[in-house]
């Protein structure tokens, strides 16, 4: 039989629910006795004493919220009798000892990937097609319908329908019979053979509302995070349309690139179209160049690398009740182990590391760092009161409904996608991954607005946990989907990768799990895993616009 709950940590007063357990069950925890005085549904919190007014919430081992009334012993708490509560943090405090994992297994075990000048090594090797203005997203659109299909690439890879074979067909005078019955369905083998470049895995087109406008700060952050996108290690060059007016000017495109790569030399075309001769002449100019950086781009193949060149980012969405017990922690195991080989993890989703501040900052390796990291979240936190909200506010109806009823609580959970490992940088948005280690950088809790800066920071693989689901995905970087529960992994088995439910069933150990993990994340990036997200073709990209996004 399943476990029906579990206490995450010692100091916890809230016992986890695994499963639904009907009113008037009483459950032996420590040598006494809980009895439900209701309902509680899989995912959701009873207490292990009675509560008054104002008492506090402890789960994962800290303050999640208080009670607003009084609590029975064996009820559950809702946003009906809690309040959102979370600890005070400050610098200086004690540092936190790390015992790294044992990495012997992986130790002489390298990914295949594609070797840039300046050292990296991508998982991908892609071509960028990207507008500095809202203005060129209709010729970026054109570009797409011009170049895509014609070499190879189309918008799923899961497989392709081959009208044009049915056309040919027809021409050729095929009858209705020899119609019905011919193939016109392609594998994903054969539309990589079919492609014009197969060592390019893709031209990505992508469009957006910003550029011009609004502040001159969002201009130059879009700017920036062009510049992380084309020198990430998973793109091989890029096609660039200006109108030449814009706030986002291509001068400071240029400056963000010398920036993250004094040495650039992937193949860059930038072209403005108040420069050219016509709006033909512009896209035919920029059809022409993008064909001759592909020839280049193609030139490059997946060669034997370190799992020191692995950049992964961590990141969750349409978290549940059970993210916290079983994905996050199985990542965070994952991240662990890629740090003990030398490897850089990202952590963001800054409006949800509200409550575990301190304990972050107690894993910053150095004083500077972790007066960064309290500052950019003091500095996050007063711009979401002062626009009439708070990081309280940052539970979405879906959270809520599946057991994460305060932000604290979510926070808590969400956190332990960063493992145990020291805190080596704290990055701000848009800034470049360059110390190996567990970086923290800040993003908005926003799902795609956040896996969207963690490839603008460099990474080159990107692992999502989901308790409820999301189609979410990364024009260049690969994501990976983890479920955290069996019920999503069945219902939703077209855009999971990883199902870590068999941690809340007892099968697997939350260390099992991190170990299969980076097994599975090693032959994503090695390109011999499609992960669903890139199967499906889901490329979303939304930079962030500085504005309080939760």
């Known amino acids: 039989m399943s476990k029906q709950f579990l206490q995450i940590h010692p100091r916890d007063n809230v016992l986890a629910a695994l499963i639904d357990i009907p009113k008037g069950t009483s459950v032996s925890h420590n040598g006494s006795y809980v009895t439900l005085v209701g309902d509680t549904k899989a995912k959701h919190k009873f207490t292990l004493k009675a509560f008054t007014p104002g008492d506090e919430i402890i789960m994962y081992g800290t303050l999640v919220g208080k009670a607003t009334q009084a609590i029975a012993k064996g009820e559950a708490i809702t946003t009906e009798n809690v309040v959102h509560a979370s600890s005070e943090y400050a610098v200086g405090k004690e540092k936190i000892a790390w ?160 920036k993250r790569d004094p040495n650039f030399s992937k193949p860059l075309y930038i072209l403005e179209q108040h420069k050219s001769k016509s709006e033909r002449h512009f896209i035919e100019e920029a059809v022409k160049k993008t064909f001759l950086g592909l020839i280049e781009a193609n030139r490059t193949e997946r060669r034997p690398a370190p799992l020191s060149q692995l950049t992964l980012g961590l990141e969750c969405g349409g978290s549940d009740g059970f993210s916290g017990i079983s ?41 500077a760092e972790a007066e960064k990291f309290a500052q950019l979240m003091d500095t996050y936190s007063a711009r979401a009161v002062a626009l009439g909200s708070a990081f309280a506010n940052n539970p979405s109806p879906g959270n809520i409904k599946d057991g994460l009823i305060t932000d604290a609580m979510k926070s808590a959970g969400a956190a332990k996608k960063g493992g145990t490992s020291p805190v080596t940088d704290v990055l701000e948005y848009t800034e470049k991954a360059t110390k190996k280690g567990l970086n923290l950088l800040c993003t908005p809790g926003n799902d795609v607005e956040s896996t969207t800066g963690l490839a603008g920071s460099g990474c080159n693989i990107i692992a999502f946990t989901t308790g409820l689901g999301t189609p979410t995905g990364n024009p260049i970087a690969p994501v990976i989907k983890m479920s955290s529960n069996n019920a999503l992994t069945h219902r939703m088995k077209d855009i999971i990768d990883f199902n870590t439910g068999s941690i809340i069933t007892g099968e697997d150990t939350i260390e099992s799990k991190g170990e299969e993990l980076l097994d599975h994340i090693i032959q994503v990036a090695s390109g011999s895993i499609v992960p669903a997200a890139v199967r499906l073709g889901q490329e979303d990209f939304i930079p962030w616009k500085r504005g309080i996004s939760l």
């Open 327 to 367: 994905a996050n922690p199985a990542l965070g195991h994952a991240s662990d182990l890629l740090v003990a080989l030398g490897g850089t993890t990202v952590l963001s989703e800054f409006p949800e590391l509200n409550g575990v501040e301190q304990e972050l900052i107690n894993r910053c390796t150095s004083k």
């Open 99 to 258: 015992q790294a994992p044992k990495v012997d297994k992986w130790k002489n075990k390298t990914f295949m990937g594609y070797h840039r000048a300046d050292g990296s090594v991508g998982t991908g090797n892609h071509w960028l097609v990207i507008p500095m203005v809202f203005c060129e997203n209709r010729n970026v659109e054109v570009l797409k319908s011009a170049l895509s299909k014609a070499l190879g690439y189309h918008t799923t890879t899961d497989f392709v329908v081959d009208t044009d074979s049915l056309i040919q067909q027809y021409k050729n005078g095929a009858s209705a019979d020899e119609l019905l019955n011919s193939e016109i369905i392609r594998t994903p083998e054969e539309i990589k053979r079919n492609r014009t470049f197969p060592n390019v895995d893709g031209i990505k087109f992508l469009t957006h509302e910003g550029g011009c406008g609004g502040f001159r700060l969002d201009s130059d952050t879009l700017c920036n995070l062009f510049a992380g996108y084309i020198t990430n290690p998973n793109v091989a060059g890029a096609t660039i349309l200006s109108l030449g007016c814009q706030n986002a000017e291509v001068k400071i495109l240029e400056e963000g690139i010398k």
